[in-house]
């Protein structure tokens, strides 16, 4: 509902639109350092995002499947289709909308900056990364806590987004728009993470035998 709102405003230049683009400006201005806000605007580069989650996801396929686990390639799979889905989603978007980029991108390449792509990337692929983190339990007593997973990766997150808008890549409702889209994704990949973890350590018969037994 808010992608689809803010959707409607970049397409229509509303009154969001001119709110949005002072935020960006002043942003830009701002006494945040340029080279940190490049730092962590890079983090949404595919070149870096991709890497760290195809690392987690061979972990947790070695792990669950060491562990003998059901379906032990079904988490990590489902993380990778998750990210692929990204561009799938991103690109059309961006060439539907057309919305102009801030004056710092003025004659570059691309025509589209609504949604963002590296906002969407780094959203998707580092949460990725913690979902499969939180469901490996090798001492299901002592999981990961996935409310610490999760305000990390918020704010790592909005440090990427900050640091897109601070060296002028985008505006502020561009790397917003890019964190509905990717929660929308991973919540389906949450679901599959959650329901790989429930039985981690046992073979597909005994699970098989575990949710006859619950039936009865």
Not at 18 to 42: M, Q
Not at 163 to 171: A, M, P, S
Request: glycine share 8%.
């Amino acid at each position: 509902m808010l992608f689809a709102v803010l959707a409607w405003q970049v397409a229509s230049g509303g009154p969001l639109c001119a709110l949005d683009e002072r935020l960006g400006r002043a942003l830009v201005h701002s006494a945040v350092p340029a080279s940190l806000a490049e730092f962590f605007a890079d983090l949404g580069n595919t070149v870096v995002a991709l890497p760290v989650l195809a690392l987690a996801a061979l972990h947790a396929a070695w792990r669950g499947r060491r562990a003998a686990a059901p379906r032990w390639w079904l988490a990590p799979l489902t993380a990778v289709l998750t990210m692929a889905v990204v561009p799938a989603l991103v690109v059309p978007l961006k060439t539907w909308l057309a919305r102009p980029g801030p004056p710092e991108m003025a004659g570059g390449a691309h025509t589209g900056f609504f949604p963002s792509g590296h906002a969407a990337t780094a959203a998707v692929a580092y949460g990725s990364v913690a979902l499969l983190l939180t469901a490996l339990r090798e001492h299901p007593r002592r999981p990961m806590p996935a409310a610490v997973a999760a305000i990390g990766v918020g704010l790592l997150n909005l440090a990427v987004g900050i640091g897109l808008v601070r060296r002028g890549y985008h505006w502020p409702l561009d790397a917003l728009a890019s964190w509905c889209l990717a929660g929308v994704l991973l919540t389906v990949c949450m679901a599959v993470c959650g329901r790989w973890a429930a039985h981690p350590h046992q073979p597909d018969g005994q699970l098989a035998t575990s949710n006859s037994s619950d039936a009865m």
